[in-house]
């Protein structure tokens, strides 16, 4: 790191402190299937760019990754959810994924959605995430960070997008494919594939390679 951009960073204010809205769903919380904790399984820490929030991820997100063995978690930055508004832009949002990151027991893979995977991305300069997983990524910065401790990097996206100039440029800075899905960025959520596309993301995270 360059003299300046380590002056820059140690003099930026930290964000307003807000009280994070943070969802949870843990494997003994399943009650209509079992589902055994894995203790080698890293948690998931879920963000998204829209206004829902932690919410947002509920309904079919937490619970299956819950009903994969791991920890499920999911934060609404300042502004989402039940979550206040406070300033602080594009560094405030990232602050708060990493803060919500740091409060999980253990290293957290981190899974960003929409504009929320352009805080996780930043997040993951800063936070030795166990992998980092962006789908549908929106408005990501130009240049993309190094993340620290060099995880694995998985990235999701639309077929319609599949060849876009930001595909294009996240792949070559992660040096990874993407995984395509039909729909469009909403459908991840609730769409007729949105079940099997999490399905592969956690296969995904099963790999051992």
Request: proline share 8%.
């Amino acid at each position: 790191m360059s003299l300046q951009a380590w002056v820059r960073r140690t003099r930026t204010p930290e964000p307003a402190a807000v009280e994070r809205e943070i969802a949870v769903i843990e494997p003994a919380d399943l009650f209509d299937f079992e589902a055994q904790d894995d203790p080698d399984a890293s948690p998931v820490l879920c963000c998204t760019g829209d206004g829902a929030g932690a919410a947002a991820f509920g309904v079919l997100w937490l619970k299956r990754i819950a009903g994969s063995g791991r920890y499920a978690a999911a934060v609404s930055v300042r502004g989402q959810g039940n979550t206040p508004a406070a300033p602080g832009g594009v560094e405030a949002y990232v602050h708060d994924v990493v803060q919500a990151a740091i409060a999980i027991p253990r290293r957290a893979v981190l899974v960003g959605h929409g504009r929320g995977a352009a805080w996780t991305a930043l997040a993951a300069a800063r936070y030795p995430a166990d992998a980092l997983v962006l789908v549908a990524p929106q408005k990501l910065p130009k240049s993309l960070p190094k993340p620290v401790g060099d995880p694995r990097v998985l990235l999701v996206v639309s077929e319609s997008e599949a060849q876009s100039k930001q595909t294009q440029a996240v792949t070559d800075a992660y040096g990874v494919a993407p995984l395509t899905f039909p729909g469009a960025s909403e459908d991840v959520f609730k769409g007729p594939g949105a079940e099997g596309l999490l399905d592969a993301i956690l296969s995904w995270l099963n790999r051992k390679d």
